[in-house]
């Protein structure tokens, strides 16, 4: 059956491998995000800057939704993000997605893919995963009749477009090395393929069974 499906985030790194992805078959897409990045038949485009996504009509008939934004930080930041950045951080990693995620109910989504991050937990003094755990809570009390949470590690790949800097190349390099090691509980720490996260959530889309699930390294290894 052909569906309906938004992509908010369809220009970043998980994002557009969903999109190459998602546009290969026979479903409508419609892309939410700041620029045009598309022009094909079956792909419509809104562009906003997500500080009005309630301004938006509710005129489109949506059937799932996926939502691969974030604040772009640094290696140091997630490991402790600075006062001057955090405000902006949970704007956009909370208020946004949440705002997206109601947008889409309105237009009538049931299902809902989101992009977060392992280690996410509402509980962490680590600011970063405190915001991805509230998101995660807030996004699975809304009451979508599935809901698949990516939580990935380090993601590989590069955005289009996107100059890789040496210092995440050497960290790369190294953490792959110690990957080989990393078995049992540490597994799902291991870094992981972008385009491997969007082929298993869209995968998990598409499964019958409704419910919440949570995807990570033991999951997206097998794409």
Request: proline share 2%; net charge neutral; aromatic share 10%.
């Amino acid at each position: 059956m052909n569906k309906t499906i938004l992509i908010a985030g369809a220009s970043g790194l998980v994002g557009s491998k969903l999109l190459t992805n998602l546009k290969s078959s026979e479903n409508h897409l419609v892309l939410l995000g700041r620029n045009k990045i598309a022009s094909e038949k079956n792909i419509n485009q809104i562009i906003t800057d997500f500080d009005n996504i309630e301004n938006l009509e509710n005129n489109l008939n949506i059937d799932e939704v996926y939502i691969a934004i974030g604040y772009k930080l640094t290696l140091f930041d997630l490991l402790y993000l600075k006062k001057s950045k955090r405000e902006e951080f949970k704007k956009v990693d909370f208020e946004y997605i949440r705002n997206i995620a109601h947008f889409a109910k309105r237009c009538g989504a049931k299902s809902i893919g989101l992009i977060s991050a392992i280690g996410a937990n509402d509980k962490s003094f680590n600011t970063y995963l405190n915001v991805k755990g509230c998101t995660e809570n807030e996004i699975s009390a809304m009451g979508f009749e599935r809901v698949v949470i990516a939580q990935p590690s380090h993601l590989l790949g590069s955005r289009p477009n996107e100059i890789v800097p040496l210092i995440v190349k050497v960290f790369e390099a190294i953490t792959n090395l110690f990957g080989y090691l990393m078995f049992g509980l540490i597994e799902k720490y291991r870094n992981i393929n972008a385009e491997k996260v969007a082929n298993a959530i869209i995968f998990k889309m598409n499964e019958p069974d409704d419910g919440i699930y949570y995807l990570d390294y033991s999951y997206f290894k097998n794409f």
